[in-house]
């Protein structure tokens, strides 16, 4: 089992660029979710999905976009880059006893 | 909305102290999980708390969930430097639809 993989592992884009960060699971867990953390900062939610073909708001998701076409895949989408968004991206698959499988990240930078 | 306060943010602790990080809720929780965050790494899951006044030991690490489902704890005896990170609890408050609300994180930091 590969777990939860994210690619790229390193991006630099210019503003107003588009890019769409991968993300998969092997485990066949039916909930994924996007996240990203700022420097010295916790966690806070993008996106989610419950399943193939649902997906929902998290706490901040102006700017990006996802969509959830099989269980295993999850895409993450930015739109227009900005400064603002330059962070760390973590998917994570979420196991049936509701415990989240972190990928190992996207680290962005928007100049 | 829900909010879950992390404390220290910062930990100073010389190898071989312990370290004890905290979480509270204001509301009850159905339950708290803990993870472990190492510099640079991806926030790892530890063990997961469901039971009123629940202790959970995983070697020298001590994780407890207070008797009214509000609070926890996470004990570390006797640090090492393969305990430096950032530690984070994320609570699922009852009645919920169960999405994670996740704390601050408290970081270890080993002094020289």
């Known amino acids: 089992n590969a777990g939860v993989t994210q690619t790229p592992k390193f991006q630099v884009l210019k503003t107003g660029q588009s890019m769409t960060l991968q993300c998969a699971q092997d485990?066949?867990?039916?909930?994924m979710s996007w996240y990203r953390q700022d420097p010295g900062m916790g966690l806070r939610l993008i996106h989610y999905s419950v399943g193939a073909g649902i997906t929902d708001q998290g706490e901040v998701p102006n700017g990006y976009n996802v969509s959830r076409s099989t269980t295993e895949d999850f895409p993450l989408r930015l739109l227009s880059a900005a400064p603002s968004q330059t962070s760390v991206y973590f998917c994570?698959?979420?196991?049936?006893?509701?415990?989240?499988?972190f990928g190992p990240g996207t680290r962005l930078t928007v100049t | 909305g829900q909010q879950v306060m992390q404390i220290p943010q910062y930990q100073h602790v010389q190898e071989g102290e312990d370290f004890t990080t905290y979480c509270n809720s204001s509301?009850?929780?159905?339950?708290i999980q803990w993870y472990k965050q190492r510099p640079g790494g991806h926030p790892v899951f530890l063990i997961q708390l469901v039971k009123s006044g629940e202790v959970k030991k995983q070697k020298r690490l001590t994780f407890q969930f207070g008797e009214a489902k509000k609070n926890s704890s996470l004990h570390i005896t006797a640090t090492q430097t393969t305990d430096v990170g950032t530690y984070f609890c994320a609570v699922i408050p009852m009645d919920s639809n169960y999405q994670l609300i996740w704390g601050a994180g408290t970081k270890l930091i080993i002094k020289p």
């Open positions: 485990m066949n867990h039916e909930y």
């Open positions: 994570a698959s979420r196991g049936l006893s509701y415990e989240q499988y």
């Open positions: 509301t009850t929780l159905s339950n």
